[in-house]
């Protein structure tokens, strides 16, 4: 399997009074960083900040899982939930996120980092190597003779299976499994 790093996330802050005026003074910033960023950085490209300027706020967002206006502290707290997780696993959460059928934490859009790791399956070719692989690993047809397990109805168990789960497209390629629970 190769891992493919997801682009970092990234937001425009912009002043909003400068907005609210008709003019468009902002810059692109990571997510990460974006509670940190203050008025003077953003109004570096257009003279400096003027009387009213106050408020900063994410205009446009690119690479996040959700895609639109949030308050700066929102997007630094997207940027702080991915880092959570090991690097390869971060598309992952981000493809749990995108699916829309993922645990938020508390009540916002953020998602739960320990619901995540609890219901990520991996990451697999497609549905039926990880549904062949958990029949092999829980011993399914194990106590029963060859030739009735030949017989097995893998087409049907496995479509039964696929209810408690959601699978997700990866970004290099086969798919993110996700237990439903
Ligand atoms: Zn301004």
Redesign the pocket.
Known sequence: MTTTSEPVMQVWIG????YNSG?L?GEWFNAIDADEVT?AD??RG?GG??G??EELWCLDVDDMPVHREMSPAEAAAWGRVVEEVDEHLRPALLAWVRSGDYVADGTGDLPSVPDFEERFAGHWDDFDEYAHQLAEDSGLLRDVAEEVARYFDWEAWTRDLAFDYSVEAAVDGGVYIFRSL
Do not use: D, K, Y
Request: charged share 5%; with cysteine; glycine share 8%.
């Open positions: 002043c909003l009074h400068c003019q003074v008025l953003v109004h257009s900040s003027r009213g300027c």
